[in-house]
């Protein structure tokens, strides 16, 4: 049973353009979420987050947005940059742990 | 410098022989885990501590087992039990462990490879 999916496994986009990221989850328990980033061979990095009881939080060129009632959240880059390639992981948060989505693969071509 | 430490970066071991990793925390955060990733997956949730001296399963417990006698220290053994052991190993940490609000801070990892 997997609660958190993230069913594109790769994105492409052109520098300066925007990036959308995005993730589903089933469990209703989740009172946080996370985005990490990911370089190959290193530990993910943490990104930004938001709380279940708000619809957007940004920072930067980074913004995430929930539906609850949809059970989705996205992760906007805007503007993308070459070195935001990476893979990007979501995440709920349930009594202090973490379910990891599969993650996706960002391609941010210059 | 404050962060977390994993030694060594690459393993590798004989099937059937058990091995431990190496996760070092000087952030005094309480909260520690062990998450492994596979190709194509997400990290799945091996074992974590709240506290020192206490620890507790994750989702993938099977052929694992770890310590917490210090609270700079989270040791993993991957046990001659564990079917599939090669896999990339990531330690984290955060505050408390307990409000969903602590950020957990991860480690470089250790690639394991059973020959």
């Known amino acids: 049973d997997q609660q958190v999916k993230q069913n594109s496994p790769s994105l492409s986009v052109q520098e300066g353009r925007i990036s959308i990221l995005n993730c589903d989850y089933t469990n209703s328990m989740f009172d946080y979420f996370l985005w990490y980033k990911k370089y190959p061979a290193e530990g993910p990095t943490f990104l930004i987050s938001i709380s279940s009881i708000k619809d957007k939080n940004e920072d930067g060129r980074f913004t995430v947005f929930l539906n609850k009632s949809a059970k989705h959240l996205s992760l906007h880059i805007v503007p993308s940059q070459p070195g935001d390639s990476a893979v990007y992981f979501c995440a709920g948060a349930s009594y202090g742990k973490l379910t990891f989505g599969q993650g996706t693969i960002l391609t941010v071509h210059p | 410098d404050g962060g977390i430490t994993q030694s060594p970066k690459y393993l590798f071991r004989k099937e059937g022989q058990n091995v431990t990793l190496s996760c070092e925390q000087n952030l005094n955060h309480d909260a520690m885990y062990w998450y492994r990733q596979d190709p194509g997956q997400g990290l799945r949730l091996i074992y974590y501590?709240?506290?020192?001296?206490?620890?507790q399963k994750g989702d993938i417990a099977e052929g694992y087992s770890v310590s917490r006698e210090k609270k700079e220290s989270f040791p993993l053994t991957v046990t001659s039990a564990q079917k599939n052991p090669t896999a990339f190993y990531l330690c984290a940490s955060s505050i408390t462990g307990t409000y969903d609000t602590d950020t957990q801070y991860f480690g470089p990892g250790t690639r394991l490879t059973v020959l």
């Open positions: 501590s709240q506290i020192v001296n206490d620890f």
